[in-house]
C-alpha cells in the first residue's frame, strides 16, 4: 500500500527501463497509487508475463513504496493469515525476519501455507535465517580477560584499606566477565547453565572444578579456555567472586540517592524530592535549556505537567528543552559545576533568614562531599548494572525436579525482560507514550532490586510477600553486617534465668555445676587426660560425672573467666565477664549491684 506522501508520484518520472514503464502503462498504471491495485503474483504473472529480469528491476520500488506493512494486507489466504496472527506476526518485517524453525513450525500441518509463504518470500527475495548454537569468538573473550585490570583473587587476605564509594560505569565494566545478556537461569532438560543467561558458566566460571561446560576440556587444561562452550578452565569457587553486568537501554536514578531522606539528587539540584520523583518516574518534564533570554517564559529546572509540555512546544517548538525520566536527571548533574554550587552557597550562608541557610548547609555538604572525594555526580544515575556473583544468590534443587531460588534472580528476571522488551520496542519505533511506560517499569525493576522496602510500588509474589531485595540481605538484625560480620557463633554457650546472690563478691558470679561440666566440656577432657593418662579413660570419667570429673571441673574455673550477656545488648555493659564461682541448682546467681547495667531484674 503506497505511502500518502508518493502515491500521487507518476511511473515515468522514477528511474526505470522505458520496457517497464510502457508495459505498466498498458496495463492501466501510471502512478504508485495504481499498483495498489494489484498484488505482487499479479504483477508479476500478467502485467511482466513471467518476465524475472524486468520484474526484478521493479522491485526495489515495490520495496520502498507498496509493500503492506501489515500481513493481513500481503493478499495471503484467510487461514494462513489468521495462524499469522495468533502467532503475533502482525507487522510484515516481523514476518520477513522469522527463523526457519519459526517457518517449519508454521508450515508443518498444511502445505498450501508452505506454498503460499514461498512465493511470497521468493517474490521478496527474503532469506530464511537458520538459528545456529552461539558462536563464541574465544581469542576476542580471552583478549578482553587479559586487558582488565587484575582484581585479587578469591580468598585474598591482602588488602591495605577498604574504601566505600560510588562505582562509575567503567568501574562496573571492569569488574564483570560479560553481559548477562537473557533472564533464563538453569535449562529444565539439561540441568546446566543457559549461555548468556543468569547462571552462565562462560561469564561466571564452571559449575565442576576444571570442567568447562561442553565436556571437552578438563584438568589437564588448567587456565585455558575451552574453545567450544569459552568457558574458562578453573575452580568453581570463582562463581562466588565473578561478577557480570546487565547494559541498561534506559538510564536508571539509584533508589539510594533519590528516596532517602534528605534525597542528595534533591539536595544537588535544588528541587524538591516530590517534584523530582514525578520527573523519574516519567510523569513531568524538567527544562534543560530554557532557550535564548527573551525567546521563551521558561526557567532552567522548571517543572512542566504532561500538559504544560504539550502547550509550551506547540508555542515554542525547539526553542527550548525539556527532558523526562533518567536522562534529565543525568544532564542536569553533568551539567552541575560544582565549584561555581559552592561558591553561591556560601553566599547564602550569609542570608538573614534561618530556613534558607539552613537549606545551604545541607547542600553545601552534599557539594562538598563531591568535590572532595573522586564520585561524580553523574553516576548516581546508572547506565549499567552490576550482577552479583551467582553463588550469592543459588538455586537448590528440591524433590521432583523442581528448584528453590533466592529472590534476587527473580529481580533480575524482572530486569532483563523489561530491559529487552524496550530495546525491542526502540527498535520497531512503538509510540512514545509506551517507551515511556516501558522505561518506568525498568526504573522500578532496578528500585526493587536495590531496596524493595521504600515508598512506591514493591515487587511482591504469593501472598504478597516482597521480594527480599539486596538492601533488605544487609539491613537490620539478620543482615550480612550484623548476622554474620558482627555477630559470632561460639562453640559452648548456656542460657538460663537469673537470681540474686548476695554471698558472692562484685566480680563473681554463680554457674551451676551442670551447665558448668558443659561449657568447659574441652578443657575438662584436657585435665582428665593429662591426670589419667588416655584420652579414653577421660571420656569415660567425663561421661560418668565422677570425683575426677568434678575435681577437674574445680581447678579449670579458677582461671578461666565467662562472659555474660542479657538481651537487649544496648550498651557496652550488656556484656560483663565474671569469675564463675560452682554452686547447686540451675539458675544463675548474680550480685544485686551488677543488675542495674544489665537492666535486670529479679
Not at 7 to 31: F, R, W
Request: glycine content about 4%.
Amino acid at each position: 500500500m503506497a505511502k500518502a506522501e508518493f502515491k500521487n508520484v507518476l511511473i515515468k518520472t522514477l528511474k526505470l527501463n522505458e520496457e517497464i514503464v510502457v508495459l505498466l502503462h498498458l496495463s492501466g498504471i501510471d502512478t504508485l497509487d495504481d499498483l495498489n491495485g494489484f498484488n505482487l503474483v499479479q504483477l508479476k504473472r500478467y502485467v511482466f508475463r513471467e518476465d524475472d529480469e524486468k520484474f526484478s528491476e521493479l522491485m526495489p520500488i515495490l520495496k520502498r513504496y507498496t509493500i503492506p506493512s501489515e500481513v493481513e494486507n500481503l493478499s495471503l489466504s484467510k487461514e494462513l493469515t489468521t495462524l499469522l496472527l495468533e502467532k503475533g506476526l502482525i507487522q510484515t518485517k516481523e514476518l520477513f525476519a522469522i527463523s526457519q524453525q519459526t517457518y517449519d513450525e508454521l508450515t508443518k500441518d498444511d502445505p498450501f501455507f508452505q506454498q503460499e509463504l514461498t512465493e511470497l518470500f521468493s517474490l521478496y527475495d527474503v532469506k530464511l535465517e537458520v538459528e545456529k548454537e552461539p558462536t563464541i569468538d574465544v581469542s576476542e573473550y580471552v583478549r578482553q580477560q587479559q586487558a582488565k585490570p587484575k582484581i585479587k583473587a578469591y580468598g585474598s587476605k591482602d588488602y591495605s584499606h577498604l574504601k566505600v564509594r560510588i562505582a562509575s560505569p567503567e568501574e562496573i565494566r571492569t569488574w564483570s566477565y560479560g553481559e548477562v545478556l537473557k533472564h533464563e537461569t538453569i535449562n529444565y532438560r539439561t540441568l546446566k547453565p543457559e549461555v548468556d543467561g543468569l547462571f552462565c558458566e562462560r561469564i561466571f566460571g564452571p559449575t565442576k572444578d576444571y570442567q568447562c561446560a561442553c565436556g571437552k576440556k578438563r584438568n589437564l587444561d588448567k587456565g585455558q579456555i575451552c574453545d567450544k562452550c569459552g568457558v574458562e578452565i578453573t575452580e568453581a569457587k570463582v562463581r562466588r567472586e565473578r561478577m557480570g553486568h546487565i547494559e541498561l537501554e534506559a538510564p536508571v536514578v539509584h533508589t539510594w540517592y533519590l528516596k532517602n531522606t534528605p534525597s542528595r539528587i534533591a539536595l544537588l539540584l535544588d528541587l524538591k524530592a516530590k517534584d523530582l520523583e514525578e520527573v523519574v518516574y516519567l510523569a513531568s518534564y524538567i527544562v534543560t535549556n530554557p532557550g535564548n533570554p527573551g525567546e521563551t517564559e521558561l526557567t532552567r529546572k522548571q517543572i512542566l505537567s504532561e500538559m504544560e509540555y504539550s502547550q509550551y512546544y506547540e508555542r515554542y517548538g525547539n526553542k527550548f528543552v525539556a527532558m523526562t525520566g533518567a536522562e534529565a536527571i543525568k544532564k542536569l548533574l553533568e551539567d552541575l559545576d560544582l565549584e561555581k554550587e559552592e561558591r553561591a552557597l556560601r553566599r547564602k550562608l550569609k542570608s538573614p533568614s534561618k530556613q534558607k541557610r539552613d537549606r545551604a548547609i545541607r547542600r553545601l555538604e552534599v557539594v562538598q562531599a563531591f568535590k572532595n572525594s573522586d564520585n561524580k555526580p553523574e553516576w548516581m544515575v546508572m547506565d549499567v548494572l552490576p550482577v552479583i556473583p551467582p553463588d550469592l544468590r543459588p538455586m537448590v534443587a528440591l524433590d521432583g525436579g523442581r528448584f528453590a531460588t533466592t529472590d534476587l534472580n527473580d529481580l533480575y528476571r524482572r530486569i532483563i525482560n523489561r530491559n529487552n522488551r524496550l530495546k525491542r520496542q526502540k527498535e520497531q519505533f512503538v509510540p512514545r507514550l509506551i517507551i515511556k511506560n516501558e522505561k518506568r517499569l525498568l526504573q522500578e525493576a532496578v528500585d526493587a532490586l536495590i531496596d524493595n522496602s521504600k515508598r512506591g510500588r514493591r515487587a511482591n509474589v504469593e501472598r504478597n510477600r516482597p521480594l527480599k531485595s539486596l538492601s533488605d540481605m544487609l539491613r537490620g538484625k539478620q543482615g550480612r553486617f550484623r548476622q554474620n560480620l558482627l555477630g559470632k557463633r561460639v562453640d559452648f554457650s548456656a542460657r538460663s534465668v537469673i537470681i540474686v546472690g548476695p554471698d558472692l563478691e562484685m566480680y563473681q558470679c554463680g554457674i551451676p555445676r551442670e551447665m558448668a561440666m558443659t561449657l568447659f566440656k574441652p578443657f575438662v577432657i584436657r585435665e582428665l587426660t593429662n591426670n589419667l593418662g588416655s584420652i579414653q579413660d577421660a571420656k569415660k570419667s567425663y561421661e560418668a560425672l565422677d570425683d575426677h570429673a568434678w575435681s577437674a571441673l574445680e581447678e579449670i574455673v579458677k582461671e578461666h573467666p565467662v562472659l555474660l550477656n542479657r538481651a537487649p545488648t544496648l550498651h557496652r555493659l550488656g556484656i560483663q565477664a565474671f569469675e564463675p564461682k560452682l554452686i547447686d541448682g540451675k539458675a544463675i546467681r548474680l550480685h544485686p549491684l551488677v543488675t542495674p547495667a544489665f537492666n535486670a531484674d529479679f
